[in-house]
Protein backbone atom coordinates (compact mmCIF):
# COMPACT_ATOMS: atom_id res chain seq x y z
CA UNK A 1 0.00 0.00 0.00
CA UNK A 2 1.17 3.37 -0.75
CA UNK A 3 0.09 6.12 2.17
CA UNK A 4 1.08 9.29 3.14
CA UNK A 5 0.54 11.29 5.98
CA UNK A 6 -0.25 15.33 5.46
CA UNK A 7 0.81 17.16 8.36
CA UNK A 8 -2.15 19.97 8.31
CA UNK A 9 -0.40 21.26 11.48
CA UNK A 10 -2.28 20.99 15.10
CA UNK A 11 -2.64 23.10 17.93
CA UNK A 12 -4.32 22.35 20.85
CA UNK A 13 -3.60 22.98 24.97
CA UNK A 14 -1.56 19.78 25.29
CA UNK A 15 0.00 19.87 21.71
CA UNK A 16 1.76 21.96 18.87
CA UNK A 17 2.60 20.36 16.16
CA UNK A 18 3.07 24.35 13.79
CA UNK A 19 7.25 24.29 12.50
CA UNK A 20 9.69 23.91 13.75
CA UNK A 21 7.42 21.49 16.24
CA UNK A 22 6.35 18.19 14.57
CA UNK A 23 3.58 16.75 16.41
CA UNK A 24 2.57 13.43 18.56
CA UNK A 25 -0.25 12.70 16.09
CA UNK A 26 1.83 12.82 12.82
CA UNK A 27 4.41 10.27 14.24
CA UNK A 28 2.05 7.79 15.47
CA UNK A 29 0.37 8.18 12.85
CA UNK A 30 3.35 7.42 10.77
CA UNK A 31 4.44 4.38 13.04
CA UNK A 32 0.78 2.69 12.90
CA UNK A 33 0.96 2.73 8.72
CA UNK A 34 4.53 1.52 9.22
CA UNK A 35 3.52 -1.26 12.38
CA UNK A 36 0.51 -2.20 9.93
CA UNK A 37 3.05 -3.16 7.07
CA UNK A 38 2.75 -0.36 4.55
CA UNK A 39 5.08 -0.64 1.51
CA UNK A 40 5.39 3.01 1.06
CA UNK A 41 4.99 5.97 3.79
CA UNK A 42 5.53 9.32 2.91
CA UNK A 43 4.98 12.75 4.37
CA UNK A 44 3.88 16.31 3.45
CA UNK A 45 3.12 19.45 5.05
CA UNK A 46 0.07 21.48 4.19
CA UNK A 47 2.19 24.63 2.87
CA UNK A 48 3.87 22.06 0.39
CA UNK A 49 0.47 21.17 -0.61
CA UNK A 50 -0.83 24.66 -1.13
CA UNK A 51 2.43 25.17 -3.23
CA UNK A 52 1.16 21.74 -5.42
CA UNK A 53 -1.99 23.50 -5.86
CA UNK A 54 -3.18 20.71 -3.53
CA UNK A 55 -2.42 17.71 -6.00
CA UNK A 56 -0.47 14.52 -4.36
CA UNK A 57 2.38 13.15 -6.32
CA UNK A 58 3.56 9.70 -6.24
CA UNK A 59 4.08 8.67 -9.41
CA UNK A 60 2.35 5.85 -10.96
CA UNK A 61 -0.82 5.09 -9.48
CA UNK A 62 -1.34 7.50 -6.65
CA UNK A 63 -1.85 7.14 -2.87
CA UNK A 64 -3.78 4.33 -1.85
CA UNK A 65 -4.49 6.33 0.92
CA UNK A 66 -3.68 9.37 2.73
CA UNK A 67 -4.05 10.49 6.76
CA UNK A 68 -4.81 13.99 7.35
CA UNK A 69 -3.41 15.22 10.35
CA UNK A 70 -5.40 18.47 11.78
CA UNK A 71 -7.32 20.45 14.14
CA UNK A 72 -6.26 23.82 15.60
CA UNK A 73 -9.01 24.34 19.21
CA UNK A 74 -6.65 26.80 20.37
CA UNK A 75 -5.84 29.20 17.19
CA UNK A 76 -3.11 31.68 17.09
CA UNK A 77 -0.28 33.87 15.32
CA UNK A 78 2.06 31.87 13.62
CA UNK A 79 5.18 32.34 11.72
CA UNK A 80 6.09 28.74 10.83
CA UNK A 81 3.39 27.81 9.09
CA UNK A 82 -0.63 28.31 8.47
CA UNK A 83 -2.66 25.19 9.78
CA UNK A 84 -4.77 24.02 7.29
CA UNK A 85 -7.93 25.50 6.67
CA UNK A 86 -11.55 23.70 6.58
CA UNK A 87 -11.87 24.36 3.12
CA UNK A 88 -8.93 22.95 1.77
CA UNK A 89 -9.32 19.25 3.27
CA UNK A 90 -12.09 19.34 0.84
CA UNK A 91 -9.77 20.62 -2.17
CA UNK A 92 -7.76 17.88 -1.31
CA UNK A 93 -10.40 14.98 -1.26
CA UNK A 94 -11.41 16.13 -4.71
CA UNK A 95 -7.90 16.91 -6.29
CA UNK A 96 -7.19 13.53 -5.58
CA UNK A 97 -10.33 11.77 -5.41
CA UNK A 98 -8.21 8.11 -6.55
CA UNK A 99 -7.09 8.49 -2.65
CA UNK A 100 -8.47 7.63 0.81
CA UNK A 101 -8.39 9.97 3.23
CA UNK A 102 -8.61 9.43 6.57
CA UNK A 103 -8.70 13.22 8.78
CA UNK A 104 -8.28 12.91 12.75
CA UNK A 105 -6.09 14.35 15.19
CA UNK A 106 -7.95 17.46 17.28
CA UNK A 107 -10.13 17.68 14.19
CA UNK A 108 -12.37 15.40 15.82
CA UNK A 109 -13.42 17.76 18.57
CA UNK A 110 -14.93 20.13 15.41
CA UNK A 111 -18.28 20.28 14.85
CA UNK A 112 -17.24 20.30 11.24
CA UNK A 113 -17.56 16.98 9.30
CA UNK A 114 -17.06 16.08 5.88
CA UNK A 115 -19.37 14.43 3.29
CA UNK A 116 -17.26 13.55 0.35
CA UNK A 117 -17.30 9.53 -0.85
CA UNK A 118 -13.82 9.42 -0.07
CA UNK A 119 -13.17 10.95 3.22
CA UNK A 120 -13.17 9.28 6.30
CA UNK A 121 -14.37 10.91 9.33
CA UNK A 122 -12.83 9.71 12.72
CA UNK A 123 -13.89 10.03 15.25
CA UNK A 124 -11.78 8.85 18.51
CA UNK A 125 -8.06 8.08 17.88
CA UNK A 126 -6.26 8.01 14.09
CA UNK A 127 -3.55 6.05 14.85
CA UNK A 128 -5.57 2.87 16.15
CA UNK A 129 -7.66 3.74 12.59
CA UNK A 130 -4.87 3.56 10.50
CA UNK A 131 -3.60 0.39 11.83
CA UNK A 132 -6.29 -1.15 11.40
CA UNK A 133 -7.11 0.56 7.90
CA UNK A 134 -3.59 -0.32 6.48
CA UNK A 135 -3.67 -3.92 8.05
CA UNK A 136 -7.16 -4.62 5.93
CA UNK A 137 -9.41 -5.26 8.60
CA UNK A 138 -12.70 -3.16 8.95
CA UNK A 139 -11.38 -0.50 11.20
CA UNK A 140 -13.73 0.02 14.45
CA UNK A 141 -13.11 3.64 15.46
CA UNK A 142 -11.92 3.49 19.17
CA UNK A 143 -9.51 4.44 21.47
CA UNK A 144 -5.56 3.32 20.83
CA UNK A 145 -4.34 1.02 23.74
CA UNK A 146 -1.07 1.61 25.67
CA UNK A 147 0.49 -0.74 24.25
CA UNK A 148 -0.29 0.30 20.91
CA UNK A 149 0.83 3.74 21.77
CA UNK A 150 4.27 2.66 22.89
CA UNK A 151 4.85 0.70 19.72
CA UNK A 152 3.52 3.25 17.38
CA UNK A 153 5.83 6.05 19.09
CA UNK A 154 8.81 4.40 18.17
CA UNK A 155 7.87 3.12 14.94
CA UNK A 156 6.47 6.81 13.71
CA UNK A 157 10.61 7.94 14.82
CA UNK A 158 11.55 7.79 11.28
CA UNK A 159 9.19 10.20 9.70
CA UNK A 160 10.93 13.56 11.58
CA UNK A 161 13.29 13.04 8.76
CA UNK A 162 11.23 14.47 5.80
CA UNK A 163 9.92 17.21 8.06
CA UNK A 164 11.31 20.41 5.92
CA UNK A 165 13.21 21.97 9.25
CA UNK A 166 14.71 18.92 9.78
CA UNK A 167 17.34 19.08 11.72
CA UNK A 168 16.05 21.79 13.22
CA UNK A 169 12.74 20.25 14.53
CA UNK A 170 11.43 20.54 18.17
CA UNK A 171 9.72 17.18 18.65
CA UNK A 172 6.31 17.16 21.17
CA UNK A 173 6.48 14.26 23.61
CA UNK A 174 3.35 12.73 25.15
CA UNK A 175 3.91 11.72 28.88
CA UNK A 176 0.05 11.44 29.57
CA UNK A 177 -3.13 12.04 28.50
CA UNK A 178 -6.21 13.22 30.26
CA UNK A 179 -6.63 15.39 33.10
CA UNK A 180 -5.54 14.01 37.02
CA UNK A 181 -7.66 16.75 38.74
CA UNK A 182 -11.33 15.34 39.97
CA UNK A 183 -13.15 18.08 37.89
CA UNK A 184 -12.47 20.00 34.76
CA UNK A 185 -12.50 23.43 33.58
CA UNK A 186 -15.25 23.88 31.60
CA UNK A 187 -13.97 24.64 28.05
CA UNK A 188 -10.88 21.97 28.07
CA UNK A 189 -11.17 18.25 26.25
CA UNK A 190 -8.99 16.81 28.44
CA UNK A 191 -11.24 15.71 30.69
CA UNK A 192 -13.38 13.72 28.36
CA UNK A 193 -10.07 11.12 28.21
CA UNK A 194 -9.27 8.59 31.04
CA UNK A 195 -6.27 9.46 32.76
CA UNK A 196 -3.29 7.91 31.09
CA UNK A 197 0.27 8.39 32.69
CA UNK A 198 3.32 6.35 30.60
CA UNK A 199 6.26 5.40 32.35
CA UNK A 200 9.53 7.28 32.60
CA UNK A 201 11.36 4.14 30.86
CA UNK A 202 8.33 4.30 27.88
CA UNK A 203 8.87 8.24 27.38
CA UNK A 204 13.09 7.59 27.20
CA UNK A 205 12.68 4.95 24.74
CA UNK A 206 10.81 6.97 22.27
CA UNK A 207 13.40 9.55 22.95
CA UNK A 208 16.06 7.46 22.17
CA UNK A 209 14.58 6.58 18.76
CA UNK A 210 13.75 9.93 17.70
CA UNK A 211 17.78 10.47 18.91
CA UNK A 212 18.76 7.76 16.19
CA UNK A 213 16.60 9.53 13.61
CA UNK A 214 18.71 13.01 14.59
CA UNK A 215 16.10 14.60 16.40
CA UNK A 216 17.88 16.79 19.20
CA UNK A 217 15.02 19.01 20.53
CA UNK A 218 12.11 17.81 22.48
CA UNK A 219 9.23 19.60 24.38
CA UNK A 220 7.49 17.56 27.08
CA UNK A 221 4.44 18.70 25.82
CA UNK A 222 1.40 16.83 25.61
CA UNK A 223 0.02 16.89 29.21
CA UNK A 224 -2.66 18.75 31.04
CA UNK A 225 -0.15 18.58 33.60
CA UNK A 226 3.49 18.20 33.71
CA UNK A 227 4.07 17.77 38.10
CA UNK A 228 1.42 15.29 37.63
CA UNK A 229 3.59 13.14 36.04
CA UNK A 230 3.65 9.34 37.69
CA UNK A 231 1.39 10.29 40.26
CA UNK A 232 -0.57 7.41 41.80
CA UNK A 233 -3.72 9.03 42.03
CA UNK A 234 -3.85 7.99 45.57
CA UNK A 235 -3.69 10.68 47.63
CA UNK A 236 -6.03 14.18 47.28
CA UNK A 237 -6.30 17.58 48.45
CA UNK A 238 -8.96 19.74 46.80
CA UNK A 239 -9.66 17.27 43.79
CA UNK A 240 -5.61 17.32 42.88
CA UNK A 241 -3.26 14.14 43.59
CA UNK A 242 -0.22 14.80 45.22
CA UNK A 243 2.55 14.78 42.91
CA UNK A 244 5.16 12.52 42.96
CA UNK A 245 9.20 13.97 42.50
CA UNK A 246 10.66 9.95 41.99
CA UNK A 247 9.26 9.25 38.60
CA UNK A 248 10.09 12.66 37.68
CA UNK A 249 13.92 12.38 38.18
CA UNK A 250 13.79 9.06 36.50
CA UNK A 251 12.50 10.68 33.63
CA UNK A 252 14.92 13.16 33.37
CA UNK A 253 18.20 11.14 34.10
CA UNK A 254 17.19 8.67 31.58
CA UNK A 255 16.91 11.41 28.62
CA UNK A 256 19.91 12.59 29.37
CA UNK A 257 21.25 9.64 29.24
CA UNK A 258 19.30 8.65 26.05
CA UNK A 259 20.20 12.11 24.15
CA UNK A 260 23.41 13.05 25.90
CA UNK A 261 24.24 15.74 23.13
CA UNK A 262 20.79 17.30 23.30
CA UNK A 263 20.19 20.75 22.83
CA UNK A 264 16.50 21.05 23.76
CA UNK A 265 14.59 19.64 26.71
CA UNK A 266 11.73 22.38 27.57
CA UNK A 267 7.91 21.45 28.88
CA UNK A 268 4.74 22.83 28.74
CA UNK A 269 1.26 23.11 30.81
CA UNK A 270 1.41 22.98 34.67
CA UNK A 271 -1.51 23.32 36.61
CA UNK A 272 -1.22 25.69 39.56
CA UNK A 273 -4.09 24.49 41.59
CA UNK A 274 -0.97 21.42 41.88
CA UNK A 275 1.91 23.67 43.28
CA UNK A 276 -0.58 25.66 45.52
CA UNK A 277 -1.61 22.85 47.24
CA UNK A 278 1.58 20.71 47.04
CA UNK A 279 4.77 23.30 47.48
CA UNK A 280 7.01 21.36 49.06
CA UNK A 281 6.56 18.12 46.59
CA UNK A 282 6.39 20.85 43.59
CA UNK A 283 9.84 22.70 44.85
CA UNK A 284 11.15 19.19 44.47
CA UNK A 285 9.99 19.13 40.91
CA UNK A 286 10.96 22.63 39.93
CA UNK A 287 14.27 21.60 41.14
CA UNK A 288 14.60 19.08 38.88
CA UNK A 289 13.24 20.57 35.80
CA UNK A 290 15.66 23.24 36.84
CA UNK A 291 18.77 20.84 36.86
CA UNK A 292 18.23 18.81 33.86
CA UNK A 293 16.46 21.39 31.57
CA UNK A 294 18.22 23.56 29.47
CA UNK A 295 17.76 27.16 29.68
CA UNK A 296 14.52 29.26 28.36
CA UNK A 297 12.03 26.96 29.39
CA UNK A 298 8.48 27.82 30.34
CA UNK A 299 6.03 26.45 32.87
CA UNK A 300 2.27 27.86 31.18
CA UNK A 301 0.12 28.07 34.26
CA UNK A 302 -3.73 27.73 33.43
CA UNK A 303 -4.93 30.61 35.21
CA UNK A 304 -7.56 30.98 32.58
CA UNK A 305 -9.11 34.39 34.78
CA UNK A 306 -9.12 36.27 37.53
CA UNK A 307 -12.68 36.71 38.34
CA UNK A 308 -13.78 34.54 41.57
CA UNK A 309 -17.03 34.10 39.60
CA UNK A 310 -15.63 32.90 36.54
CA UNK A 311 -13.36 30.86 38.47
CA UNK A 312 -16.11 29.03 40.26
CA UNK A 313 -18.88 29.13 36.96
CA UNK A 314 -16.27 27.33 34.32
CA UNK A 315 -14.63 24.50 37.42
CA UNK A 316 -11.31 26.45 36.81
CA UNK A 317 -7.89 25.38 38.50
CA UNK A 318 -6.78 27.84 40.92
CA UNK A 319 -7.96 31.18 42.49
CA UNK A 320 -5.68 34.06 42.15
CA UNK A 321 -3.81 34.00 45.50
CA UNK A 322 -2.92 30.06 44.49
CA UNK A 323 -1.71 31.29 40.99
CA UNK A 324 0.54 33.72 42.56
CA UNK A 325 1.46 31.28 44.96
CA UNK A 326 3.02 29.06 42.20
CA UNK A 327 4.32 31.95 40.11
CA UNK A 328 6.56 32.66 43.74
CA UNK A 329 7.51 28.36 43.97
CA UNK A 330 8.59 28.58 39.76
CA UNK A 331 10.47 31.70 40.55
CA UNK A 332 12.80 31.24 43.09
CA UNK A 333 13.25 27.39 42.38
CA UNK A 334 13.40 27.97 38.75
CA UNK A 335 16.11 30.37 38.55
CA UNK A 336 19.08 28.19 38.39
CA UNK A 337 21.29 29.68 35.38
CA UNK A 338 17.61 30.79 33.90
CA UNK A 339 15.97 26.96 33.07
CA UNK A 340 12.53 27.91 33.67
CA UNK A 341 10.11 30.94 34.55
CA UNK A 342 6.31 30.62 34.93
CA UNK A 343 3.84 31.77 31.77
CA UNK A 344 -0.01 32.89 32.34
CA UNK A 345 -2.10 31.99 30.08
CA UNK A 346 -6.09 33.91 30.20
CA UNK A 347 -8.92 33.25 27.86
CA UNK A 348 -11.55 35.77 26.74
CA UNK A 349 -14.90 34.07 26.16
CA UNK A 350 -15.39 32.40 29.16
CA UNK A 351 -19.45 32.19 30.97
CA UNK A 352 -19.93 34.61 33.19
CA UNK A 353 -17.31 37.17 32.14
CA UNK A 354 -18.00 40.90 32.43
CA UNK A 355 -16.55 43.96 32.44
CA UNK A 356 -14.46 43.84 35.82
CA UNK A 357 -12.99 40.71 34.63
CA UNK A 358 -10.84 42.18 32.35
CA UNK A 359 -9.99 44.60 35.12
CA UNK A 360 -9.13 41.47 37.63
CA UNK A 361 -7.12 40.00 35.04
CA UNK A 362 -5.00 42.73 34.34
CA UNK A 363 -4.79 43.64 38.27
CA UNK A 364 -3.74 40.59 39.15
CA UNK A 365 -0.90 40.66 36.58
CA UNK A 366 0.27 44.78 37.52
CA UNK A 367 0.43 42.81 41.33
CA UNK A 368 2.89 40.20 39.78
CA UNK A 369 4.71 42.73 38.40
CA UNK A 370 4.88 45.09 41.46
CA UNK A 371 6.11 42.11 43.48
CA UNK A 372 9.30 41.77 41.20
CA UNK A 373 8.11 38.34 39.94
CA UNK A 374 8.92 37.31 36.48
CA UNK A 375 6.26 36.38 33.96
CA UNK A 376 8.47 34.61 30.86
CA UNK A 377 4.94 34.73 28.82
CA UNK A 378 1.42 36.07 28.72
CA UNK A 379 -0.75 34.46 26.75
CA UNK A 380 -4.23 35.84 25.81
CA UNK A 381 -6.46 34.01 23.66
CA UNK A 382 -9.78 33.49 22.35
CA UNK A 383 -12.35 30.92 23.61
CA UNK A 384 -12.80 28.28 20.36
CA UNK A 385 -15.66 25.97 21.63
CA UNK A 386 -15.17 21.74 20.86
CA UNK A 387 -17.13 18.98 20.89
CA UNK A 388 -16.62 16.35 24.20
CA UNK A 389 -16.47 19.34 26.51
CA UNK A 390 -18.76 21.10 29.09
CA UNK A 391 -19.25 24.12 27.11
CA UNK A 392 -20.03 21.91 23.72
CA UNK A 393 -23.12 22.91 22.50
CA UNK A 394 -23.18 26.35 23.74
CA UNK A 395 -23.71 29.73 21.69
CA UNK A 396 -20.74 32.51 21.59
CA UNK A 397 -22.69 35.92 22.61
CA UNK A 398 -23.45 38.40 20.20
CA UNK A 399 -25.54 42.14 20.47
CA UNK A 400 -24.70 45.46 21.69
CA UNK A 401 -23.66 43.96 25.44
CA UNK A 402 -21.26 41.59 23.90
CA UNK A 403 -19.70 44.40 21.64
CA UNK A 404 -18.94 46.78 24.41
CA UNK A 405 -17.63 43.94 26.18
CA UNK A 406 -15.33 43.19 23.59
CA UNK A 407 -14.40 46.80 23.30
CA UNK A 408 -13.42 46.64 27.44
CA UNK A 409 -11.32 43.19 26.46
CA UNK A 410 -9.63 44.67 24.03
CA UNK A 411 -8.69 47.89 26.12
CA UNK A 412 -7.50 46.07 29.04
CA UNK A 413 -5.17 43.86 26.69
CA UNK A 414 -3.48 46.62 25.33
CA UNK A 415 -2.94 47.49 28.78
CA UNK A 416 -1.25 44.68 29.39
CA UNK A 417 1.04 44.40 26.56
CA UNK A 418 2.53 47.69 27.16
CA UNK A 419 2.47 48.11 30.47
CA UNK A 420 2.88 44.47 31.48
CA UNK A 421 4.97 42.64 28.89
CA UNK A 422 7.23 45.09 28.20
CA UNK A 423 8.25 45.40 31.86
CA UNK A 424 8.80 41.82 32.13
CA UNK A 425 10.60 40.99 28.78
CA UNK A 426 12.80 43.75 29.53
CA UNK A 427 13.71 41.75 32.75
CA UNK A 428 14.49 38.22 31.13
CA UNK A 429 16.22 39.85 28.03
CA UNK A 430 17.94 43.06 29.41
CA UNK A 431 19.31 45.05 26.73
CA UNK A 432 23.03 43.11 25.48
CA UNK A 433 21.55 39.78 25.82
CA UNK A 434 23.06 37.02 23.32
CA UNK A 435 20.81 34.70 21.45
CA UNK A 436 22.74 32.36 19.92
CA UNK A 437 20.94 29.75 17.37
CA UNK A 438 17.97 32.00 15.91
CA UNK A 439 16.55 30.63 12.71
CA UNK A 440 14.76 33.38 10.72
CA UNK A 441 11.77 32.00 9.64
CA UNK A 442 10.13 35.23 7.39
CA UNK A 443 10.67 38.78 6.36
CA UNK A 444 8.22 41.83 6.71
CA UNK A 445 9.69 44.17 4.37
CA UNK A 446 13.48 45.07 5.13
CA UNK A 447 12.83 43.48 8.57
CA UNK A 448 13.66 39.54 9.28
CA UNK A 449 11.84 38.01 12.22
CA UNK A 450 13.70 35.17 13.70
CA UNK A 451 13.38 32.93 16.84
CA UNK A 452 15.50 30.19 18.77
CA UNK A 453 14.49 26.64 19.05
CA UNK A 454 12.13 26.19 22.27
CA UNK A 455 9.15 26.26 23.80
CA UNK A 456 7.27 29.71 23.26
CA UNK A 457 10.28 30.90 22.04
CA UNK A 458 10.22 35.29 21.88
CA UNK A 459 10.50 36.79 18.25
CA UNK A 460 13.34 38.39 17.76
CA UNK A 461 13.05 41.38 14.89
CA UNK A 462 15.80 42.39 13.09
CA UNK A 463 16.24 45.38 11.08
CA UNK A 464 17.54 43.87 7.89
CA UNK A 465 16.62 41.18 5.70
CA UNK A 466 17.75 37.87 6.15
CA UNK A 467 16.99 34.58 4.11
CA UNK A 468 14.55 32.60 5.76
CA UNK A 469 16.03 29.76 8.24
CA UNK A 470 19.43 31.13 8.08
CA UNK A 471 20.69 30.91 11.63
CA UNK A 472 22.40 33.57 13.75
CA UNK A 473 23.32 35.03 16.84
CA UNK A 474 21.62 38.47 18.11
CA UNK A 475 22.30 40.97 20.49
CA UNK A 476 19.09 42.49 22.13
CA UNK A 477 19.11 46.84 21.41
CA UNK A 478 15.28 47.23 21.73
CA UNK A 479 11.98 45.74 22.67
CA UNK A 480 8.27 45.22 21.00
CA UNK A 481 4.89 44.07 22.06
CA UNK A 482 5.29 40.60 23.08
CA UNK A 483 9.48 40.42 21.18
CA UNK A 484 12.45 41.88 20.80
CA UNK A 485 14.96 44.00 18.45
CA UNK A 486 18.18 42.49 17.68
CA UNK A 487 21.41 43.42 15.59
CA UNK A 488 23.25 40.44 14.05
CA UNK A 489 26.67 38.96 16.43
CA UNK A 490 29.34 40.01 16.09
CA UNK A 491 27.70 43.44 14.34
CA UNK A 492 30.24 44.84 11.66
CA UNK A 493 30.28 48.33 11.90
CA UNK A 494 31.53 49.44 8.98
CA UNK A 495 28.65 47.53 6.71
CA UNK A 496 25.90 49.31 9.27
CA UNK A 497 22.85 50.57 7.58
CA UNK A 498 20.54 53.89 8.57
CA UNK A 499 18.16 51.39 9.42
CA UNK A 500 20.31 49.52 12.16
CA UNK A 501 21.89 52.36 13.79
CA UNK A 502 18.54 54.04 14.08
CA UNK A 503 17.66 51.05 16.25
CA UNK A 504 20.13 51.46 18.53
CA UNK A 505 18.98 53.68 21.63
CA UNK A 506 19.92 56.91 21.37
CA UNK A 507 20.82 57.08 17.75
CA UNK A 508 17.87 57.65 16.32
CA UNK A 509 18.45 61.24 15.37
CA UNK A 510 22.37 61.14 14.95
CA UNK A 511 22.05 58.25 12.74
CA UNK A 512 22.08 60.20 9.52
CA UNK A 513 25.08 61.54 10.90
CA UNK A 514 27.20 58.69 11.24
CA UNK A 515 26.16 57.36 7.82
CA UNK A 516 28.25 60.47 6.55
CA UNK A 517 31.23 59.77 8.54
CA UNK A 518 33.62 58.24 6.02
CA UNK A 519 33.70 55.32 8.73
CA UNK A 520 31.46 54.66 12.11
CA UNK A 521 33.77 53.51 15.34
CA UNK A 522 32.89 52.07 18.70
CA UNK A 523 33.65 55.87 20.36
CA UNK A 524 30.49 57.40 17.44
CA UNK A 525 28.43 54.82 19.77
CA UNK A 526 29.52 55.34 22.98
CA UNK A 527 26.92 57.95 24.02
CA UNK A 528 24.11 55.31 23.35
CA UNK A 529 22.78 54.22 26.97
CA UNK A 530 23.34 50.58 25.87
CA UNK A 531 26.75 50.90 24.99
CA UNK A 532 28.57 49.27 27.76
CA UNK A 533 25.85 46.54 27.54
CA UNK A 534 26.69 45.74 23.65
CA UNK A 535 30.29 46.74 22.90
CA UNK A 536 31.55 43.74 22.90
CA UNK A 537 29.53 42.47 20.39
CA UNK A 538 30.87 45.62 17.99
CA UNK A 539 32.93 44.25 15.32
Given at each position: MKFIVIDGYVDEPTCLGVPPYISTYVR????????AGAGQIEYITIEDLRKADYLLKSGEGGFDAAAIVAGNPVPGKYLGGLPIRNDEIGKIAQRNNKTAFLVGGPIRFSPVKYRLA???NIGLDIESYVYQYVSGVIPDDRLRTPEELEIFSRAGAFITRFHPRYPDVIAEIETGRGCPRKSHCSFCVEGSYKVECRTPEAVIAEIAELRKEGIVHFRLGKQADFYAFGSELKEWKNGF?????????RLYEGIRSAVPDLKTLHLDN?????????PDESIKITEIISEFNTAGDVAALGMESADPAVIERNCLKARPEEVMRAIEIINTAGKKEGKILPGVNLIRGLPGETKETFRMNYEFLINVLDSG????????????????????????????????LDAVFRNYREKIRKEVDIPMIKKVFPAGTLISDVIVEANRGDWSIARPIGTYPIAVNIPEKVKTLTKLSVFIIGYRERSLVGLPCPFALEKATLQELRQIPGLSKKAGELMAQESITREDLSFSPI?????????
Open positions: YTAGAARSNIVPRPDSRPVRVNPGTISNFLVLRRINIRQLKLSAGTGMAGSRPSSGKSEKVYEQIKEYLK
